[in-house]
């Protein structure tokens, strides 16, 4: 990526993070309610093992956020001025509110 052009690796990387919110957002809607609508002898061992599931899910999401990798990812969009920068920032939130949830259930 670094023989890129500027221009070239920044709108790659606002692809990328498009798709991967995308996928980010699509965990993010999941309730515990959605076990009873596919299974409705659901009781509440399937929710604990949902919540203990989601959980590991947004720990997995929120390190990818803080790793190393995609600060210097969100570095370089933020020296370019990129308009993805407050989004990036907005999904990091829900994710953490997300994971706190999810640890407190």
Do not use: C
Request: no cysteine; hydrophobic share 30%.
């Amino acid at each position: 990526m670094d023989s890129l052009a500027p221009k070239d690796k920044k709108q790659i990387y606002e692809v990328i993070i498009t798709k991967w919110k995308k996928l980010v957002k699509k965990v993010l809607k999941q309730d515990s309610e959605s076990i009873f609508e596919t299974n409705q002898k659901a009781g509440p061992l399937e929710e604990i093992k949902f919540w203990d599931k989601r959980k590991d899910n947004l720990n997995h999401i929120y390190t990818q956020l803080i790793s190393k990798k995609l600060i210097e990812v969100k570095t370089f969009l933020t020296s370019q001025s990129s308009h993805y920068i407050g989004p990036f920032d907005k999904l990091k939130e829900e994710v953490s509110q997300a994971k706190d949830e999810a640890e407190d259930n």
